[in-house]
């Protein structure tokens, strides 16, 4: 099992560039999330998607949009990336209630706007 | 609104020594509580889920408790290591009658452990 995997690990973007974030993982998790980690601010949750083809706004979702298209994957896109975007973007998975809810985070993507 | 604190900010030890980090929250109702480690540059990795029905866990040296009448949870390290050093975040889970619940998070402890 890899677990949760992100690509890429580092990007660096102009203002006004475009780029996707690719978040898989290979556990059958029905719940994904996307977050971003800021000093002093923590973590915060962007969009999350309870399962395949559906996804939902979380706290700071302006900026960004998401994709469910397959289960085992789950996209954040940046359309016109704005320096506000720097930060470190956390991809995190956890099954149903069911199967005890344990939620398991990747490893992170840096991503710098210039 | 769920309101997740952690004291302290910052703790430094010598090695050996036992610890204890404090998470409280606002909401006591929660469906369960997570406790994550986050070492410099790297994601998070759990290292104990607690569900709201149980008292406390444990996972080698590493013991959390939750006593949800009063919001607080506490994580006990024993014999603390230099490799322990890192930052502990906690987080926990509202009761949601829909699904999509989210955790909320502590801003973590960052811990040192001196050689």
């Known amino acids: 099992n890899a677990g949760v995997t992100q690509t890429p690990k580092f990007r660096v973007l102009k203002t006004g560039q475009s780029m996707t974030l690719l978040c898989a993982q290979d556990m059958n998790h029905e719940y994904m999330y996307w977050y971003r980690q800021d000093p002093g601010m923590g973590l915060r949750l962007i969009h999350y998607?309870?399962?395949?083809?559906?996804?939902a706004k979380g706290e700071v979702p302006d900026g960004y949009n998401v994709s469910r298209l397959k289960k085992q994957n789950f996209l954040l896109g940046l359309e016109s990336a704005a320096p506000s975007q720097t930060s470190v973007y956390f991809c995190?998975?956890?099954?149903?209630?069911?199967?005890?809810?344990?939620?398991?985070f990747g490893p992170g993507t840096r991503l710098t706007v210039l | 609104k769920q309101e997740v604190t952690q004291i302290p900010a910052a703790l430094s030890v010598p090695e050996g020594e036992n610890l204890v980090l404090n998470c409280s929250f606002t909401?006591?109702?929660?469906?369960?509580l997570q406790w994550f480690r986050q070492d410099p540059g790297k994601g998070l990795t759990s290292l104990l889920l607690?569900?709201?029905?149980?008292r406390e866990q444990t996972s080698g040296r590493l013991n959390a408790s939750l006593d949800k009448s009063s919001g607080r949870s506490t994580l006990y390290i024993a014999a603390s290591q230099p490799g322990d050093s890192a930052t502990y975040l906690c987080?926990?889970?509202?009761?949601?009658?829909?699904?999509?619940?989210?955790?909320?998070f502590g801003e973590g402890t960052q811990l040192t452990v001196n050689p």
């Open positions: 909401d006591s109702a929660i469906y369960n």
């Open positions: 607690i569900q709201s029905s149980q």
């Open positions: 998607s309870v399962g395949e083809g559906t996804t």
């Open positions: 995190a998975s956890r099954p149903t209630s069911a199967r005890g809810n344990e939620q398991f």
């Open positions: 987080a926990v889970r509202k009761v949601v009658k829909t699904s999509g619940s989210r955790l909320t």
